[in-house]
């Protein structure tokens, strides 16, 4: 019998991979899907129809709704990954972000409950790096003492406590996964290192000035979804119900992201200025096209205050020695130039897709 996956969060970037991985896996694979006036699916439209590929409208601030598709479903597995992901707009949105990230995590476990499914059904809890925060100690590991320092961090906290909760109190198994940044081509389009590889692109066809950004001088441990996905099915696989940190334990800058981006773009930066008067300048042109806007010595990045956070977390290096050792995951299969680079090629082909004709770019030779 084909093992049951329930996905909240199947349309997102990491949705849409661990549904691949696991119908891979052969599971049978449920996702909820929430009604929107636009039906935007484009990272799982390629599984739609395909066997073993079903999905539900739900949402996580729909408690009946959780408990009649559990039921439903009756999921040896479920993967909560449906959250407000966006840690700027947690700032915005905070009571919604409450709702969905924190109380959302426990509508889940009372949905199992409920079904009296508590026995077979484990559960995998989509936690962050966000939890630490304000940081205490550098890297962070499962040891390392939480202190949340946005909206988002702080609903988040609450699922990984709840899960926590239930796993004692009820003896379930569920565990929390505690993510680092993972990028992909399929990364949500504000995030800082898509935001910069799509501005890239646009910027080296001519379709786009200048990129504004936040804080460049933050920190984080970027790794690549396809790989974190993995780990996500090996933490419910382990025998005992525990969490685990999952990083790639490299670190760095959103600056050094941006100058990779735009390298594999083909426009060398440097930098110049500090705070909010630091600018990203063109120091060597290699692509050739008459569309191109831009010439050595202009600006192509700036820093808008519009992206500051009110608190902002600056300092994540993650160690995922626990992951390697028990889980046998290996953090380094794709490294962090592999990752730019990966993203750069995609988003130069999106773009070229929907503005231009393939064949006029690929002749007129964009990048030496
Ligand atoms: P994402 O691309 O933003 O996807 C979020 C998913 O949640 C989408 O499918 C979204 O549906 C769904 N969702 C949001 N609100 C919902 C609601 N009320 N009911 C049902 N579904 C809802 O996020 P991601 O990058 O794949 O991340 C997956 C999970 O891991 C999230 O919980 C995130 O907080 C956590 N995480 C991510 C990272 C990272 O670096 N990516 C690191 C650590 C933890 P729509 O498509 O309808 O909006
Ligand atoms: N989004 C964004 N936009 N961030 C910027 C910008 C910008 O223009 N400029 C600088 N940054 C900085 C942010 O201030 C932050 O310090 C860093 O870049 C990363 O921001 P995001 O890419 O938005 O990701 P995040 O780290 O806040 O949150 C992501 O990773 C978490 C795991 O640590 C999300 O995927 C969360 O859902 C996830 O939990």
């Given at each position: 019998?084909?093992?049951?996956?329930?996905?909240?969060?199947?349309?997102?970037?990491?949705?849409?991979?661990?549904?691949?991985?696991?119908l891979?896996?052969?599971?049978?694979?449920?996702g909820?899907?929430r009604?929107?006036?636009?039906?935007?699916?484009?990272?799982?439209?390629?599984?739609?129809?395909?066997?073993?590929?079903?999905?539900?409208?739900?949402?996580?601030s729909d408690?009946m709704?959780?408990?009649?598709?559990?039921?439903?479903?009756?999921p040896?597995?479920?993967?909560?990954?449906?959250?407000?992901?966006?840690?700027?707009?947690?700032f915005?949105?905070?009571?919604?972000?409450?709702?969905?990230?924190?109380?959302?995590?426990?509508?889940?476990?009372?949905?199992v409950?409920?079904?009296?499914?508590?026995?077979?059904?484990?559960?995998?809890q989509?936690s962050?790096?966000?939890?630490?925060?304000?940081?205490?100690?550098?890297?962070?590991?499962?040891?390392?003492?939480?202190?949340?320092?946005?909206?988002?961090?702080v609903?988040?906290?609450?699922?990984?406590?709840?899960?926590?909760?239930?796993?004692?109190?009820?003896d379930?198994?569920?565990?929390?996964?505690?993510?680092f940044?993972h990028?992909?081509?399929?990364?949500?389009?504000?995030?800082?290192?898509?935001?910069?590889?799509?501005?890239?692109?646009?910027?080296?066809?001519?379709?786009?000035?200048?990129?504004?950004?936040?804080n460049?001088d933050?920190?984080?441990?970027?790794?690549y979804?396809?790989?974190?996905?993995?780990?996500?099915?090996?933490?419910?696989?382990?025998?005992?119900?525990?969490?685990?940190?999952?990083?790639?334990?490299?670190?760095?800058?959103?600056?050094?992201?941006?100058t990779?981006?735009?390298?594999?773009?083909?426009?060398?930066?440097?930098?110049?200025?500090k705070?909010?008067?630091?600018?990203?300048?063109?120091?060597?042109?290699?692509?050739?096209?008459?569309?191109?806007?831009i010439?050595?010595?202009?600006?192509?990045?700036r820093?808008?205050?519009?992206?500051?956070?009110?608190?902002?977390?600056?300092?994540?290096?993650?160690?995922?020695?626990?992951?390697?050792?028990?889980?046998?995951?290996?953090?380094?299969?794709?490294?962090?130039?592999?990752?730019?680079?990966?993203?750069?090629?995609?988003?130069?082909?999106?773009?070229?897709?929907?503005?231009?004709?393939?064949?006029?770019?690929?002749?007129?030779?964009?990048?030496?």
């Amino acid at each position: 019998m084909a093992k049951i996956a329930l996905i909240t969060g199947v349309t997102g970037q990491d949705g849409s991979y661990l549904s691949e991985f696991l119908l891979g896996k052969g599971y049978e694979v449920h996702g909820i899907i929430r009604r929107s006036s636009v039906d935007y699916r484009e990272r799982i439209a390629h599984l739609e129809g395909t066997p073993h590929f079903h999905l539900h409208y739900a949402d996580m601030s729909d408690s009946m709704s959780l408990v009649k598709l559990v039921g439903k479903v009756q999921p040896d597995e479920i993967y909560n990954l449906a959250a407000q992901s966006h840690v700027q707009v947690s700032f915005d949105a905070p009571e919604f972000t409450a709702d969905v990230d924190a109380v959302g995590v426990l509508r889940i476990l009372e949905a199992v409950r409920t079904n009296h499914l508590e026995k077979t059904c484990k559960i995998y809890q989509a936690s962050t790096s966000e939890l630490y925060g304000k940081v205490e100690e550098v890297p962070q590991s499962e040891t390392t003492p939480f202190h949340p320092y946005s909206p988002y961090a702080v609903a988040k906290l609450y699922g990984y406590w709840i899960i926590k909760e239930y796993r004692e109190a009820y003896d379930m198994f569920c565990c929390s996964g505690i993510l680092f940044n993972h990028e992909s081509e399929r990364r949500g389009e504000t995030f800082v290192t898509r935001k910069i590889t799509l501005a890239a692109a646009r910027i080296a066809q001519g379709l786009q000035e200048c990129l504004y950004l936040g804080n460049l001088d933050s920190l984080r441990d970027w790794g690549y979804a396809k790989d974190y996905v993995e780990c996500m099915w090996l933490i419910l696989q382990h025998p005992t119900p525990e969490d685990f940190v999952i990083a790639t334990g490299v670190q760095h800058t959103v600056r050094e992201f941006a100058t990779l981006a735009f390298h594999h773009a083909g426009i060398e930066l440097r930098w110049e200025g500090k705070g909010v008067d630091e600018k990203g300048i063109v120091e060597e042109l290699r692509i050739k096209n008459e569309k191109l806007k831009i010439k050595e010595g202009d600006v192509v990045v700036r820093v808008s205050p519009d992206f500051y956070r009110p608190t902002d977390v600056v300092n994540l290096l993650g160690d995922p020695s626990k992951a390697k050792r028990e889980l046998g995951w290996n953090p380094q299969s794709t490294s962090f130039e592999e990752l730019v680079e990966l993203m750069v090629k995609h988003d130069m082909q999106k773009v070229t897709r929907e503005h231009f004709n393939a064949a006029e770019y690929l002749e007129k030779g964009i990048v030496k």
